[in-house]
């Protein structure tokens, strides 16, 4: 019991009241540690790398310098916020796999990590490029003197780097289904955006993965990257859910179709919907469609402890993709778009659901810890 909860026998514990519940926790004593960690560490990174561009500066005999440029404050933080992020992401996420307090790391495979480190290099990449994009918008064409860009570079490399650690100390099964959802949409927007003159519209949702868009590896290494984050986020449930329910083929099923959904969905981006390939983008397109309804139909049996509101809910949303996908095949209402759009955002959300699921079995077990309250007198 002790050990599914995470506790050892010497552990000294604290209780609290969070939303008016009693909640039983190990008493903090890393204060002085993750002072350390969040203040200290990032801090000498980032008056290491503000230095080194500094020099890099003097040595190429630049000066002002712009906020945005080949050469400028935005370029050479973008470069070292995301090495040194990368660097300090991998050091504390090895860390924490030595930790016992955290059971999350302890429980990823090695095969997992890279695709978890590359995820949040690709997350600080596009908030720090996405942030200098706004600050040139906001200032165009504005120059600092090397000090004064110096401290620029060290102010926005802490916090991408006071960020990493912090992502590396409390990543958990949640903050990886957020993950997920960011790297899609994030990566759809902009494929989006950068195909908005081409009018992809007017022809469907695959149209931002084939040769006539522009930046068409944009949508299709979005698609991918999201299908092994999927892969990382299924192993790790059931590898969790597996010391709690004894496996069996109903648990053993449920992975493997989330498994099959996951390649499915990553096989969409590999096989875009070319001329010469557009039979196999809508064969594994197809098959993405006949494993989502499977999933639906069989998380009755499937899904441990499935309550009767996600049934509910599972199958008012398949209610509604057959709506749709017979209004669009009879009636042509709504367009192509419209229903590749609505019927993806639909799926995908219930998928979200179900790893919800599965992470609240993960947190809560099979059977409750039993708890009897003492009060000292003395």
Request: glycine fraction near 8%; proline fraction near 3%.
């Amino acid at each position: 019991m002790l050990e599914r909860a995470g506790l050892n026998p010497d552990d000294q514990l604290q209780v609290k009241v969070r939303n008016d519940t009693l909640v039983l926790d190990k008493a903090d004593q890393a204060q002085p540690e993750r002072l350390w960690y969040f203040i200290i560490w990032p801090l000498i990174i980032a008056v290491a790398s503000s230095l080194a561009s500094y020099g890099y500066w003097v040595y190429r005999g630049l000066k002002p310098i712009g906020l945005t440029g080949s050469e400028s404050v935005a370029s050479l933080t973008i470069v070292t916020g995301v090495v040194t992020g990368a660097i300090l992401f991998i050091g504390f996420f090895l860390k924490t796999r030595n930790d016992p307090d955290n059971r999350f790391s302890r429980q990823i495979y090695w095969r997992s990590f890279p695709v978890i480190t590359v995820a949040f290099v690709m997350i600080l990449a596009f908030a720090l490029v996405g942030a200098f994009w706004v600050l040139g918008l906001l200032f165009p064409k504005v120059v600092f003197d090397r000090f004064t860009a110096l401290l620029l570079v060290a102010v926005f490399t802490y916090f991408a780097n006071a960020f990493m650690i912090g992502a590396a100390l409390t990543i958990n099964a949640r903050t990886l289904s957020t993950i997920l959802t960011v790297v899609i949409v994030s990566g759809c927007v902009i494929s989006m955006a950068a195909n908005g003159q081409r009018r992809w519209w007017q022809h469907n949702l695959s149209f931002l993965g084939t040769e006539s868009a522009r930046n068409a590896w944009q949508f299709n290494l979005t698609l991918i990257f999201s299908a092994l984050l999927m892969v990382v986020l299924i192993d790790y449930l059931f590898v969790s859910l597996s010391r709690i329910y004894p496996r069996n083929w109903r648990t053993s099923t449920l992975r493997v179709l989330l498994t099959l959904t996951a390649i499915d969905f990553g096989a969409v981006g590999m096989f875009p919907n070319n001329t010469d390939l557009h039979w196999l983008h809508d064969a594994v397109a197809g098959g993405l469609v006949t494993l989502l309804v499977l999933l639906i139909v069989g998380v009755r049996w499937l899904l441990p402890g499935v309550t009767k509101d996600f049934l509910w809910i599972s199958y008012g949303i398949g209610v509604g993709l057959l709506i749709l996908n017979f209004g669009f095949r009879w009636f042509r209402f709504p367009s192509l778009t419209a229903f590749e759009i609505q019927a993806f955002a639909i799926s995908f959300g219930w998928l979200l659901l179900l790893f919800g699921q599965l992470q609240d079995l993960v947190n809560e077990g099979s059977t409750p810890l039993a708890v009897e309250l003492e009060q000292d007198v003395d």
